[in-house]
């Protein structure tokens, strides 16, 4: 199990790398969809990770409220993202087909939603994952 939140936690980390080097292009083909979505990503496999080191079951499913919904019961502190995931949820799929497009306003409040997630995410899963 520990590997497994290791895993998560790595895959995680590299959306949030990719999301903060896609936001720092200047230039006007700078991908704002590609921020929200890698800055949803991070979040999921965080909550993913979280999941998983709580023995916690979860279906396959980018719905970032469904998963904060099944660790609640565990860490009833995390409720206060529920607003925040939910409007970054949108990210995982419908801004990654035609008809959605995020602009730079998009891109900056998803991340900062994956900052504030994360800054209670990590510490619950560090232990299992050499404080990454």
């Given at each position: 199990m520990k590997k497994?939140?290791?895993e998560w936690v790595k895959k995680a980390e590299g959306d949030v790398g990719t999301a903060k080097r896609e936001a720092k292009v200047k230039e006007a083909a700078t991908n704002w969809d590609a921020v929200c979505f890698h800055a949803q990503q991070a979040v999921e496999k965080y909550l993913k990770g979280l999941l998983q080191k709580n023995e916690i079951t979860f279906s396959k499913t980018h719905d970032l409220s469904v998963l904060l919904n099944l660790i609640l019961p565990v860490f009833p502190d995390l409720k206060k993202l529920s607003d925040d995931l939910?409007?970054?949820s949108a990210f995982a799929?419908?801004?990654r087909y035609p008809g959605e497009e995020a602009v730079e306003e998009d891109a900056k409040f998803a991340l900062a939603i994956m900052d504030r997630a994360l800054a209670l995410l990590r510490p619950e899963i560090q232990d299992l994952t050499?404080?990454?």
């Open positions: 497994l939140v290791a939910e409007w970054l799929v419908e801004f050499n404080g990454q």
